[in-house]
T-cell receptor, first 114, second 115 residues
Framework: AQSVTQLGSHVSVSEGALVLLRCNYS??????LFWYVQYPNQGLQLLLK??????LVKGINGFEAEFKKSETSFHLTKPSAHMSDAAEYFC????????????FGSGTRLSIRP | DADVTQTPRNRITKTGKRIMLECSQT?????MYWYRQDPGLGLRLIYY???????NKGEISDGYSVSRQAQAKFSLSLESAIPNQTALYFC??????????????FGDGTRLSIL
């Protein structure tokens, strides 16, 4: 069985600062890993995904995530936060390339201070 | 126009009522999904459909039913609503032809309150 844990339900950073959202996973086989973003009153959008190719995955809006097998982590980063990055971010894991098998984390709300 | 449209956007109803949430998409995707979002729990899969004749239960299907009326339409029903079904509901789509099997496009959600 797989699971995903997002550390910190709320993260606040200053505009221009580094964004780091943490995600750790548990999977008995090599996982597929995803980050989604949810802006207020909207559905989720796929930011990026890892499917066993390059361990550093670049996504939209300047975000990237690094798969670290030894740490079972897939943390999301952005070098410089922008006010428009304020949203909720969900990490998700799947053992298969199948949407029916994706397990979502509980989410991290990112706030940006001016 | 939105690619994935959910109606209604908000609904307040009473315990025991039958509720239908509708989803339509203009993406031409073959796969459609219904998720439920609760605070602190992320999204959980209720039902999914890989095509019009293929409907499958997800993680939390009890108390729900679905109908795939056409490739573009996928509705979710609560036959007899109960308060713990109060949540934010999302419809999503994906296109198996692209090999992108994760949910790709989400509607803006239906906020359902059961009193």
């Amino acid at each position: 069985a797989q699971s995903v844990t997002q550390l910190g339900s709320h993260v606040s950073v200053s505009e221009g600062a580094l964004v780091l959202l943490r995600c750790n996973y548990s999977s008995s086989v090599p996982p597929y890993l995803f980050w989604y973003v949810q802006y207020p009153n909207q559905g989720l959008q796929l930011l990026l995904k890892y499917t066993s190719a390059a361990t550093l995955v670049k996504g939209i809006n300047g975000f990237e995530a690094e798969f670290k097998k030894s740490e079972t982590s897939f943390h999301l980063t952005k070098p410089s936060a922008h006010m428009s990055d304020a949203a909720e971010y969900f990490c998700a894991v799947s053992m298969y390339s199948s949407a029916s098998k994706i397990i979502f984390g509980s989410g991290t709300r990112l706030s940006i201070r001016p | 126009d939105a690619d994935v449209t959910q109606t209604p956007r908000n609904r307040i109803t009473k315990t025991g009522k039958r509720i239908m949430l509708e989803c339509s998409q203009t993406k031409g995707h073959d796969r459609m999904y219904w998720y439920r979002q609760d605070p602190g729990l992320g999204l959980r899969l209720i039902y999914y459909s890989f095509d019009v004749k293929d409907i499958n239960k997800g993680e939390i299907s009890d108390g729900y039913s679905v109908s795939r009326q056409a490739q573009a339409k996928f509705s979710l029903s609560l036959e007899s609503a109960i308060p713990n079904q109060t949540a934010l509901y999302f419809c999503a789509t994906s296109d198996s032809r692209t090999g992108e099997d994760q949910p790709q496009h989400f509607g803006d959600g239906t906020r359902l309150s059961i009193l």
